[in-house]
C-alpha cells in the first residue's frame, strides 16, 4: 500500500504532560513546592495512514508517556490528540470507549498481559465482550479463529483450547496481536514488543506484525529504544529527548544522515556484527545521563551533554523543529557546522 | 598464549521430579590469558549454567557430574574441597557480575557497606584501609567517593552496573564472568559501560568471560566466540571466523546472524528460526538442533555430530561440515 503524504490518521500537536508530585499539606501552606515532572514537553507529529512510525529514545525520554497519552490511558496536560479528523483530546467516556477500539496495544511483556487462568479462546473472546460486538458464542469464534488465522496460528482451532503457559513467547506475542486485531482496528500502537522476546523469535514476530499491516492495511505507531529493529521495522522515526522530538523523518534518511548529535550519538552507540570492524563503539562524545525530568536544563535541553555546545545553545530559548527539506526535521540551531 | 582456563567434558544437570534436565552436556573449551571468550545462543540454551559452573556453585537442584573437569590455573578446581573454593577460588581467582544484579544491591544499605562487606569476608583489614581501597575502585569505575554514603535507589542503572562491576574486581581476580552485563542499560549507557570494561581488561590484565544473547556487541567485544545450543557447543572460532566474510559454519549461527537486524544496512526481510528450543529432559535424537534446521539431512536425526575442528581453531558440531 502506497502511502499518501497529506493522509493524516493520527496528528498530535504541541502535546504535554506534566507530572506534579504529591506533597503533604504542610508543603503546600509553607509554599515549599516540589518540582514537576515534564515527562512529556510539547511534541507534535504527524503519522500517516498505512505507516510504521517509530518513536525512539531512550528511558526517561517520554516515548512511554506519549504512547499512553495517544492511547487516552492518561490525561493530557495540554496540546491535542486529532484522530481521523476529530478532536479526541477531551471526548466522554463513550467516544473514548470507541476511540479504543479503533486504536488499540500490543504491551511489551506478553506473559504478564495475560490472565494465566484464561484459555487462549477467553482471552480473545474478552475485547469482544467489553465491547459489546454482537453475536451469539458460534459468531464470537468465528471471529477468533479469523484473528488467530490473520497471526498465522495454524490450526487455529487447537491453539483455542490452551493456555498462556503452554505457549512459548512468539506465540504469546501472536497471541496478544490477535487479541487487538479482533476488533478490527485502525491503528496499533506498540510499546517494546519484541523486547522481552528471545533473539531467533523477535524477527519472527516483526515479520508478523508486518505482514498483518500490509493485509490489512493498518498504522502503526512503534515505541522502541532499539534503533536497529526501528530501522527494519517503521517507515518514518522520531526520536526523543527528556519530553521533546529532537530529530524526526524517514528512518533510513534519519539513521544515514543524522544531523541532531544526540541522534549521532544513539548511532555510534550501536555495535555492528562486521568484521575487520571490532571495537566499533569509539571513545563517546557524549557523556553522563540523561538529566531527570524534574530538572529540565534550560535552553537546549541537550547542551549539557552536547559535546559541540556553545554558550548561545544554553542562553538562547530552545530551538523549534526545522525542516531540512524532504522531511526531514530537527531541533539543533548549529547543525551545518556540525 | 598461556592457558588460563581449560573447561573438560562439563555436565551440568538439573535433577528434577520430572527426570534430569541436561543444561550442559559435554561442553569443552578453554580461555587464554587476557582473552575474551563471547558465549552466545538463545535463552536456555546454557549460558548462565556454564557461568555458574565456572564458580562451582550451580544452583538446586543442579549438580555438576563426574568426570567433568574445570582446570583453572594448572588445578583442578572440582578436586578441591568446597572449604577451599570458598576461601581460594571463588572471587580471589574467578568473580562474576550476575544478570540483573545490579538490581540485586540490598536497599537498606547504602554502597560502601555493601562493598565493605566483601573486603570483610576476605581480607584482614580495619575499616580505614578498607575505605581507602573501595574509593580506589570507585575512581577506576568512574565513580566519585561521596556514592560509599548513598542508598541504591538514589542511583542510576548504570552507576549501579559500575558498583557491581567495582566489587567483581575487588580481590583482583584473573577471570571476571560478565552474565548480560548490559542487558537493562540503555546504548549510550551500555557504550559507557562497554568502554569501561575494555579500559579494565588492559589495567588488570583480565580475561573475560562474556555473556549475552546480542550478536552485534558479543562481535564488539570478544576475542572468540562460542555459540551454544540446548546445552552443547554448536560453534566455536575466532571474532574473524563467525563474523567474517566467510561466514559461519554451523547452521544455527548462521540463522543467528540473519535474524539479527543490523543499524548500518538496510535489510529488507530478516529470516529466523522456526520453533523453539528443546525439552532439555528429553533432547532429540541425533544432532540436538536438527528439527529447527534448514539445512537438515537424514544422518542428522541418527547420529550426534561431533566437535571438530575444521581449520586451526574452528571447532564446529555438524555433519554438514565435515571434512
Redesign the interface.
Known sequence: MSIDKNDVILEIKDLKKHFAPHQSLAQTLTGKNRKVVKAVDGISFDIRRGEIFGLIG??GSGKTTTGKLVMKLIDPTSGTIVFNGEDVTNSDKARTHAYRRQVQMIFQDPYASMNPRFKIKDVLEEPLIIHKIPGDHVAHENMIIKALTEVKLNPPEEFMGRYPHML?G?QRQRVATARTLILNPMMLVADEPVSMI???????I??MMKDVQRDLGLTYLYIT?D???A??FTDRIAVMYLGRIVEMGDA?DV?DNPLHPYTK???????????G?????K??P??G??PSPANIPPGCRFHTRCPYAKPECSAEAEPELMDVGNGHFHACRRYKEI | MEKLLEVKNLRLYYHTSKGAVRALDDVSFDLRKGETLGLVGESGCGKTTTGVALLKMPSPPGRIEEGSKIILSGRDIMTLPEREVRKNVRWEEVSMVFQGAMNCLTPVYTIGKQMLETLHEHRDMDNKQAEELITEYLALVGLPPEVMGRYPHEMSGGMKQRIVIATALFLKPKLVILDEPTTALDVIVQAQIINLLKKLKKTFELSFIFITHDLSLEAEVSDRICVMYAGKIAELGTNQQIYGKQGPMHPYTEKLLQATPLLRKKVDSLSYIPGTPPDLIDPPKGCRFHPRCHKVMDKCSQEEPPLLEIEPGHMVACWRCGK
Request: proline share 5%; glycine share 2%.
Open positions: 531512550e528511558s512459548s512468539g528471545d533473539l531467533s523469535t523477535r524477527a519472527e516483526l515479520h529504544h534503533l536497529s529493529t530501522r527494519y533510513d539513521i550519538a544513539l548511532i555510534d552507540a550501536v555495535p555492528e556484527p562486521e568484521t570492524k571490532v571495537d566499533v563503539i571513545e563517546l557524549i557523556s545521563e540523561i
